[in-house]
């Protein structure tokens, strides 16, 4: 027949199956009804029982009337919440869930409520996981019965990982002198404010460009969440730029200012004689510290240059709470990422909200990040390694952020030990200073876990490296286009190096020739 399916379709129309046949789940051997669970009966009956007695219980939250999205006629509701306004802004939630929390992990009916997998919710009911009696009847989250449920109680609130993770540590930041500042995120997010306020009074308009060369500093990403919260737009400018790059990338994005290292003045002072670049003038940061390079000579123009503003002074004397809450879109541009320019002129990677946030997300994925990990990198801020690769997945996690400003291979083993940093990224060039370093017995104590790897050694290379060190390595492959490490070792299963990995999660990745069509297999 023309549709491979018409034995099936007119299987249906005959009545011989019912109309919502899964062909697959029949294949596959999935018993349909409830008869499968009646060789179980021991165990289902000894459920059914403590369910009872656990409905003779009173109601442990009896203020939060916890309420479901499913329909009125829906029998097996498996989760439901509670949300109230909270005086100070923001929402408590509480996420009802897990109703078979006394489930009998192990036993036979375990296995063989695993080996069914899944449910599929039709209108002849005869797909389910588990035994009706438990899922549409004791396990359900009914009106007026109470059920042992795993109960999930969190904080939202217009400033999300704040309201979540305020107190928790979000960032420590070891300088090139060896200095160390902290910050919660509540703190950071104050400071964020903060920066956010001082483009504010200067006028910038959601959509407009800012320019920002800062070495790795907490200033950095001060700009780019500060700038993003008023829709504004970071450009990351490299720290290696001379004047005809800077004032290429300047052009082409049209900004209106720029955010800049004091080392960085004498740079600037020739991009702006050479055009009219940045017409709202140039803010310089990290006047504060004497320790930062060609400080005291910013400090010294700014005192005879009006065109210069002291970002330091006016982040400090701004508030540390937003003046204006502007309306934001997913697809809202955040920053412009310039590439290296290896082959051509650089190109403009223009990156929005939502790809921001994903590379958090892909992040806390492929490395099964969580909460509890600490992050350490030495990568340049103004890299996507920096930003995309560390930074994002520990604020979609709520982790901790260690920011080495300078890579020292001598220093970077025992700030490892240090900071007890489980994550961190490595390339090829720290892989080998690393090895060059003399042998110590303390190569083997530290905390990590997973290194993030970028890019290509040799086999005896990797071998030596992970023999020596007892860590191995995430091989990984990506762009700054495609916003997150398109190949990547799995986060669980088998490593086959020197493989890149396989494509990650969302992505899909094809082999082509060089007329564009796909390459077979070999």
């Known amino acids: 027949p023309d549709d491979p399916f018409m034995p099936l379709y007119l299987a249906q129309a005959w009545g011989l199956v019912e109309p919502h046949h899964n062909y697959w789940m029949d294949r596959a051997g999935y018993a349909p009804g409830n008869g499968w669970c009646e060789e179980h009966r021991d165990e289902l009956d000894a459920l059914l029982a403590q369910a009872a ?32 306004a909270r005086p100070d802004g923001g929402w408590n939630l509480t996420l009802a869930a897990c109703p078979a929390f006394r489930w009998p992990f192990g036993g036979k009916l375990d296995k063989a409520v695993s080996n069914r997998a899944t449910s599929i919710y039709l209108p002849e009911a005869t797909h389910h996981m588990l035994p009706e009696a438990l899922g549409t009847g004791a396990y359900s989250l009914l ?17 999300g990982l704040v309201a ?28 964020i404010d903060r920066a956010a306020n001082v483009f504010l009074s200067m006028g910038v308009a959601a959509g407009e460009r800012v320019a920002v060369q800062l070495c790795t500093c907490p200033e950095f990403m001060m700009c780019l969440f500060g700038l993003a919260k008023i829709g504004a737009v970071m450009v990351p400018m490299n720290e290696q730029y001379l004047v005809e790059e800077a004032a290429f990338v300047l052009e ?9 290292e004091p080392k960085f003045l004498d740079l600037y002072r020739a991009v702006r004689d050479s055009g009219p670049y940045c017409p709202k003038g140039v803010l310089v940061a990290r006047t504060h510290d004497d320790k930062v390079e060609g400080v005291e000579e910013a400090r010294a123009a700014l005192e005879r240059d009006g065109s210069l503003r002291d970002f330091s002074r ?28 290896t082959t051509s002129r650089p190109k403009g990677v223009v990156l929005t909200h939502a790809n921001i946030l994903f590379s958090g997300l892909y992040g806390d994925w492929e490395v099964a990040l969580t909460k509890n990990d600490r992050l350490l990198t030495t990568m340049p801020a103004c890299h996507s390694n920096f930003q995309l690769a560390a930074l994002m997945p520990v604020l979609t996690v709520g982790a901790t952020l260690i920011v080495v400003e300078k890579y020292s291979a001598s220093r970077f083993w025992s700030q490892i030990r240090e900071f007890k940093a489980t994550v961190t990224q490595c390339v090829a060039m720290m892989l080998r200073t690393l090895m060059l370093q003399p042998a110590s017995p303390d190569d083997r104590n530290h905390e990590l876990r997973e290194i993030l790897y970028f890019l290509p050694v040799s086999d005896a290379e990797k071998e030596a490296f992970e023999q020596r060190f007892g860590v191995s390595l995430m091989n990984t492959y990506g762009s700054t286009e495609s916003i997150g490490w398109v190949l990547t070792d799995p986060p669980t299963g088998a490593r086959r190096w020197p493989s890149v990995g396989r494509a990650g999660l969302g992505y899909e990745v094809r082999i082509t020739r060089e007329d564009g069509t796909q390459a077979d297999p070999g």
Do not use: H, M, W
């Open 143 to 159: 009106a007026q019965k109470t059920r042992p449920s795993l109960l999930i109680e969190c904080t939202v609130g217009a400033d």
């Open 314 to 341: 006016l982040r400090a004397e701004a508030a540390a709470e937003l003046d204006e809450v502007r309306p934001l879109s997913a697809d809202d541009p955040a920053e412009i990422i310039f590439t290296s320019g």
């Open 252 to 260: 082409r994005t049209e900004a209106s200012c720029a955010v800049v």
């Open 53 to 84: 007695e656990d409905e003779r219980q009173g109601p442990t939250f009896p203020d939060r009337p916890i309420i479901s999205i499913d329909a009125p006629t829906t029998r097996d509701v498996d989760d439901a919440f509670f949300i109230e």
């Open 164 to 191: 979540a993770c305020g107190e928790r540590e979000f960032l420590l930041f070891r300088d090139r002198t060896g200095s160390t500042s902290t910050y919660t995120y509540r703190a950071f997010n104050e400071e």
